[in-house]
């Protein structure tokens, strides 16, 4: 079993839909990050949380560390949201290494 | 992303050969990672180091090596190219003292082994 389970893997949404994408993770974190990644592109935190809730813009990202899951919400999504959304978390241990979950494919059609 | 140099950024090898990617970073950040990403699959740690002169195994070792002489440059080995080391590498960065304990991310480096 992976240490960091996204879901769902791919998702189609019409643009100004609200999107949902989970997270779940089975270690000790000291941190979640959500980042996004456009096709061929390079890697761009969104979030970084250690509790509760963020927002920036149209994005949102809340933690529930008590039942070890995130949530990174999209409100009023537009095409330019597509791209694949990675899910990362900040192992307790020496190194604090990243661990990734497989990401979520988004594609947000006009 | 600023402050994360990642060179090259694609690179065509033959099978056997070698090359070593360069992760440059300006933060002054202790921890630094490589990482792989191959389709269907999250991006898998090779290698890691935790301060100037350390380096550590991560998941997924075997074919690379790593070397931190200096604190803002983590370079990325392949001794011996295989078609398998196709991938696209990444190389991350992060502080360990609030507030620079974020992430931060290179560009990513395109490698395909011929």
């Known amino acids: 079993k992976n240490e960091v389970e996204q879901s769902p893997q791919n998702l189609t949404a019409q643009e100004g839909e609200f999107i949902t994408i989970n997270c779940s993770y089975s270690?000790?974190?000291?941190?979640l990050h959500w980042l996004q990644q456009h096709p061929g592109g390079g890697i761009v935190s969104l979030f970084m949380?250690?509790?509760g809730k963020k927002k920036h813009g149209r994005l949102i990202a809340t933690i529930n560390i008590q039942e070890k899951h995130s949530s990174l919400h999209i409100t009023a999504s537009h095409p330019r949201d597509s791209a694949v959304y990675i899910c990362?978390?900040?192992?307790?241990?020496?190194?604090?290494?990243?661990?990734f979950g497989a990401g979520t494919i988004l594609r947000v059609k006009s | 992303n600023a402050g994360v140099t990642q060179t090259p950024k694609f690179r065509v090898l033959k099978t056997g050969q070698s090359m070593t990617l360069l992760c440059a970073q300006d933060?002054?950040?202790?921890?630094m990672y490589w990482y792989r990403q191959d389709p269907g699959m999250g991006l898998r740690l090779i290698h890691y180091?935790?301060?100037?002169?350390?380096?550590a195994k991560g998941e997924v070792p075997d074919g690379y090596n790593v070397s931190r002489l200096k604190k803002q440059n983590f370079l990325l080995g392949l001794e011996s190219a295989a078609p398998s080391q196709t991938s696209v590498y990444f190389c991350?960065?992060?502080?360990?003292?609030?507030?620079?304990?974020?992430?931060?991310f290179g560009q990513g480096t395109r490698l395909t082994v011929v």
């Open positions: 270690v000790g974190i000291s941190a």
């Open positions: 991350a960065t992060k502080g360990i003292s609030a507030p620079n304990t974020e992430a931060f």
């Open positions: 933060m002054n950040h202790e921890y």
């Open positions: 990362a978390v900040h192992r307790m241990e020496y190194g604090n290494k990243l661990v």
């Open positions: 180091s935790v301060g100037e002169g350390t380096t």
């Open positions: 949380l250690s509790s």
